[in-house]
């Protein structure tokens, strides 16, 4: 069965540091892999996915076959990154995709 | 708002009830997604519905069971409630079937506490 590992419950850091929120995953078929952001009051929302291979507000993720990690970086952190990050992992369920999520990591960016 | 939308916000009953909980999806998506997410199981999968129809299951309890219907609004029943049901549930809606790389959108999700 599929499973998503986000090993830190909670990450805190200052304000330009670098940051790395960690994803592992358990899957044995090719993943598709996303990460999704809720900030303070508002409703969870994609942040990037793997297959866009893009950066969303300067964060991108590297899949890594060989270590199963779908890890979150940014560079320079900023105030407005404090949010829970959700690591998925999507996954055949019946006729859908259904994805599976990680306990998620609360990220706290201090001035 | 073309968003998802849920009501209620918060719900609170006591064990034993029956509540329903209510999501409108986006427009012009067709699939609805009921989520759980409780302290110690964090975010769980519970039911798909595309276009009216039943498309994928997950840990749905047999006391829960959900519908859409016509208009594509959706309603999770939960009934015989216990305290362990209390959680916040999350409906989430994708213009599509279901695909490998579909993007979900949230809605605010409803609080239920159950006394």
């Known amino acids: 069965a599929q499973r998503v590992t986000q090993p830190e419950k909670l990450l805190s850091v200052f304000k330009g540091a670098p940051v790395e929120l960690k994803c592992n995953y358990s899957y044995s078929g090719s993943p598709e892999l996303f990460w999704y952001v809720q900030y303070s009051r508002q409703r969870l929302q994609l942040l990037l996915r793997h297959i866009s291979r893009e950066s969303i507000k300067g964060f991108t993720a590297d899949l890594n076959k060989g270590e199963t990690s779908f890890h979150l970086k940014k560079p320079f952190a900023q105030e407005e990154d404090s949010a829970m990050y959700y690591c998925a992992l999507s996954s055949p369920s019946g006729g859908s995709y259904i994805p599976t999520f990680g306990r998620g990591t609360s990220l706290i960016v201090h001035p | 708002d073309s968003g998802v939308t849920q009501t209620p916000k918060h719900l609170i009953t006591a064990t034993g009830q029956r509540v329903t909980l209510r999501c409108s999806p986006r427009s012009g998506d067709l699939s609805v997604y009921w989520y759980q997410q409780s302290l110690d199981q964090g975010l769980q999968f519970l039911i798909q519905y595309y276009n009216g129809e039943e498309r994928a299951k997950g840990n749905i309890l047999e006391r829960f069971s959900a519908q859409q219907f016509p208009d594509l609004h959706s309603e999770l029943n939960l009934s015989s409630l216990e305290l362990g049901d209390s959680a916040l549930y999350f409906c989430?809606?994708?213009?599509?079937?279901?695909?490998?790389?579909?993007?979900?959108?949230f809605g605010p999700g409803t609080r239920l506490t159950v006394l």
């Open positions: 989430a809606s994708s213009a599509s079937t279901g695909g490998r790389t579909d993007t979900q959108y």
